[in-house]
């Protein structure tokens, strides 16, 4: 299986910063992209911001300018700076993992979504 493990969320006043992280563990072939996004209360879940393989971003228009997608390959893991954070960017933040993983006792390939756990992003304002 793979887990996604989240870290980084906490309580910060508008025009602060703060920086998450998603670490994929488990029996990974290859990460095929990656994708932070949020949920609010009372409304849905939306992309905030997304990494293809090849290193291709893209961002929601709201979080444009401040919100920066990277990630560290050696380690399958995934960030999200996030600056000029506003109180409407409180939300819970989730990753997510488009991976391929290895079925070890069939020897193949098995490609599909994994979700984090979610972290808790409050901005005061």
């Known amino acids: 299986q793979v887990q996604l493990v989240e870290s980084g969320g906490g309580l910060v006043q508008a025009g602060g910063s703060l920086r998450l992280s998603c670490a994929a563990s488990?029996?990974?072939?290859?990460?095929?992209?990656w994708g932070w996004y949020r949920q609010a209360p009372g409304k849905q879940r939306e992309l905030v911001a997304a990494m293809t393989t090849g290193g291709s971003t893209n961002y929601a228009d709201s979080v444009k300018g401040r919100f920066t997608i990277s990630r560290d390959n050696a380690k399958n893991t995934v960030f999200l700076q996030m600056n000029s954070l506003k109180p409407e960017d409180t939300a819970v933040y989730y990753c997510?993992?488009?991976?391929?993983?290895?079925?070890?006792?069939?020897?193949?390939?098995?490609?599909?979504?994994?979700w984090g756990q979610g972290t808790q992003v409050t901005v005061s304002s």
């Open positions: 488990g029996s990974i072939f290859s990460i095929n992209a």
């Open positions: 997510k993992a488009d991976v391929t993983r290895k079925i070890i006792a069939t020897l193949t390939l098995f490609r599909g979504d994994y």
